[in-house]
């Protein structure tokens, strides 16, 4: 189920003429969940439930509110949790029914680097002085690591007969050093082991200095490698225009997006084996098109804005 914040921005992207399968791709959601939201604006002219005649309601307004308030005071509540509350002579599912339709899902926390007042306010700060700012220009860059077999553990089995999958218990794993512009640079360079300075010197001179020009400006997060003497004396020397960048903000950097793709379309991979998992991964960072870059980078006007909306605390990004 969307929120209305995501039923905004998807109905946003429509209105400026991306494609069903596009949206789905930037919003992480299905190509059905995009089209029955667009179809409902188009039809509607809004994404809100049109009432309509059917069964009488089995709780009042009352009562939906009991089960919201309950949520509300504790978001750790389980469904069954609610269901046993002596507050309320409602069956599970039609609780279950009431909080899908006020947008509730029972899921796993998103976890976010902590952010103190202070960050926040520096967030704040950035945000406000980068509203109108050009990310045409801009080169952003991340690293991230994926383990094979991490993140796809689920399949579809008849009853009584599930599906068995040998693991070990240190997977292998394999690191990814990125980056991406809006012009259509996308660049995945795949390493081992433990990155230093040295070693991200080597990849910026391998991958960025290649593509770099005085007409862009280079992103990096705040990182102790990043950071570095040495990293800094590099840039300087081939004149690298940095991008000033505030801490602790993944959710600000549109390459964790691009993670995030080639995550998903790992765990979807047929017969991954220790011998061609980087070859896998190099597959999926290869399959990644052009417009999923375009739209990550488009939405940092968006991004900017609900920083400051939220007064630099975190977005859903």
């Excluded at 599912?93 to 947008?103: G, H, M, P, Q, V």
């Excluded at 990814?176 to 012009?183: D, N």
């Excluded at 080639?262 to 070859?279: A, C, E, G, L, R």
Aim: glycine share 4%.
């Amino acid at each position: 189920m969307l929120s209305d914040s995501q039923k905004a921005i998807l109905i946003a992207m429509h209105k400026k003429g991306l494609s069903n399968i596009e949206i789905s791709k930037f919003m992480t959601v299905s190509t059905n969940t995009v089209s029955f939201w667009v179809n409902r604006f188009i039809a509607n002219g809004s994404t809100t439930n049109i009432k309509k005649s059917g069964r009488k309601r089995k709780t009042t307004k009352e009562q939906d509110k009991l089960i919201i308030d309950d949520i509300k005071s504790n978001e750790r509540l389980a469904l069954n949790d609610i269901t046993k509350s002596n507050k309320h002579d409602i069956s599970k599912s039609t609780i279950y029914r009431r909080l899908k339709e006020n947008d509730f899902i029972y899921g796993n926390y998103s976890k976010k680097p902590y952010l103190s007042d202070k960050y926040k306010l520096i967030r704040l700060n950035w945000a406000k002085s980068h509203t109108d700012y050009d990310w045409t220009k801009v080169i952003f860059s991340d690293e991230m690591s994926i383990w094979k077999d991490r993140d796809s553990n689920k399949c579809w089995y008849l009853k009584g007969n599930q599906k068995i999958k040998e693991v070990i218990r240190h997977t292998i794993k394999v690191h990814i050093w990125g980056c991406i512009t809006l012009g259509g640079i996308e660049i995945c360079h795949l390493f081992e082991g433990i990155l230093n300075s040295d070693r991200y010197i080597n990849f910026l001179y391998e991958n960025l200095i290649p593509i770099y020009t005085d007409t862009f400006i280079f992103q990096q997060d705040n990182s102790s490698v990043h950071k570095s003497k040495k990293t800094k004396l590099f840039l300087k020397q081939f004149n690298v225009q940095l991008l000033d960048f505030p801490p602790n903000s993944p959710d600000l950097n549109p390459i964790e997006n691009l993670w995030h793709l080639i995550k998903h379309y790992m765990s979807k991979m047929k017969d991954v084996t220790n011998d061609n998992f980087k070859d896998k991964v190099k597959e999926c960072c290869n399959n990644i098109d052009y417009s999923s870059i375009y739209n990550i980078i488009s939405s940092m006007h968006v991004r900017v804005q609900k920083i400051i909306e939220n007064n630099g605390d975190h977005i859903n990004y």
